[in-house]
């Protein structure tokens, strides 16, 4: 079984940058994560779960909500087992749970039915 452990969350004042981990182990019918795209995903009090982003097995393809685009950055380490996710110029409307999540197949996009494990997630609060 894959298991995904996020990371990196925290309180940070609007402007500031954190940066998200998400460590992957295990297998999943016969899997890998580093195979397999992975992306993150966000949930606010009040909305529905939102698609940030998301990267190829690779590592060389990425896609990100256009919300977010500009101010994060997702990359992998498959060495490490490891996604990131750099976050630049918070604002308060992205405090929220992020999620980490790994796909189906090798690349990845904004459906959240491609993905079959998804971590606990870590708290992302931004204040004014």
């Known amino acids: 079984q894959v298991q995904l452990a996020e990371s990196g969350g925290g309180l940070v004042q609007a402007g500031g940058s954190l940066r998200l981990s998400c460590a992957a182990s295990?297998?999943?019918?016969?899997?890998?994560?580093?195979?397999?795209?992975m992306g993150w995903f966000r949930q606010a009090p009040e909305k529905e779960r939102e698609f940030v982003a998301a990267?190829?097995?690779?590592?060389?393809?990425?896609a990100v909500a256009d919300s977010v685009k500009g101010r994060f950055t997702i990359s992998r380490d498959n060495a490490k087992n490891t996604v990131y996710l750099q976050m630049n110029s918070l604002k308060p409307e992205d405090t929220a749970v992020y999620v980490c999540?790994?796909?189906?197949?090798?690349?990845?996009?904004?459906?959240?039915?491609?993905?079959?494990?998804w971590g606990q997630g870590t708290q992302v609060t931004v204040s004014s």
């Open positions: 990267i190829s097995a690779s590592g060389t393809g990425t």
């Open positions: 295990g297998r999943a019918s016969g899997r890998t994560a580093s195979n397999y795209a």
């Open positions: 999540a790994l796909g189906r197949f090798p690349y990845g996009t904004s459906g959240s039915s491609v993905y079959d494990y």
